[in-house]
T-cell receptor, first 115, second 112 residues
């Protein structure tokens, strides 16, 4: 089925470790983004991309790195994990990037715990 | 700047009774507004969207929302709650360039 695929679904890290959350979509969407979800705070944008080779920072980019070498893939890298990065991470994509157009398709989420 | 406030963090209704989830927004531009639903341990799914056409917007599963510019509101309603409606609901405003600003979420509980 077409959609957004995130891996892994669950991950436990120790403080200081690094890891990559993978995100892939097969809908030829130009726009891809990463959010983190924390209780009582809604979803906050970490990084986003409007096309291959183009990335930009969102609300809470510190401690995270992204790249977009292909239209399909948008991995999120945690450089040195901290307990404050314990969260549920969602990848989302959309076909259009304009002001009025952004209906997002979400992945199922990746739950990360940093000890 | 754009912002969105969901006025209730938790709403509890009985099955078969109406649902009202409240959302106020702030926007320097004519906004696009969305409601997304998140069922437990799932990703978010679009319920409905407003993009300056009809002010009453119908969505999936019997939900609808009315855009009221004078009140800067975009409340979500459903005439009769079903057990399967229990979920978290997010009101979202689109900023220039397409970034989405999410509200804090409202958890809807439905009692039998």
């Amino acid at each position: 089925n077409a959609g957004v695929t995130q891996t892994p679904k669950f991950q436990v890290l120790k403080t200081g470790q690094s890891m990559t959350l993978q995100c892939a979509q097969d809908m030829n969407h130009e726009y891809m983004s990463w959010y983190r979800q924390d209780p009582g705070m809604g979803l906050r944008l970490i990084h986003y991309s409007v096309g291959a080779g183009i990335t930009d920072q969102g609300e809470v980019p510190n401690g995270y790195n992204v790249s977009r070498s292909t239209t399909e893939d948008f991995p999120l890298r945690l450089l040195s994990a901290a307990p404050s990065q314990t969260s549920v991470y969602f990848c989302a994509s959309s076909y259009q990037t304009g002001f009025r157009a952004n209906v997002l398709t979400f992945g199922a989420g990746s739950r990360l715990t940093v000890l | 700047a754009q912002s969105v406030t969901q006025l209730d963090s938790h709403v509890s209704v009985s099955e078969g009774t109406p649902v009202l989830l409240r959302c106020n927004y702030s926007s320097s531009y004519s906004p696009s507004l969305f409601w997304y639903v998140q069922h437990p341990n799932k990703g978010l799914q679009l319920l409905l969207k407003y993009t300056s056409a009809a002010t009453l917007v119908k969505g999936i599963n019997g939900f609808e929302a009315e855009f009221k510019k004078s009140e800067t509101s975009f409340h979500l309603t459903k005439p009769s709650a079903h057990m399967s409606d229990a979920a978290e609901y997010f009101c979202v405003v689109s900023s220039p360039g397409g970034k989405l600003i999410f509200g804090q979420g409202t958890e809807l509980s439905v009692k039998p």
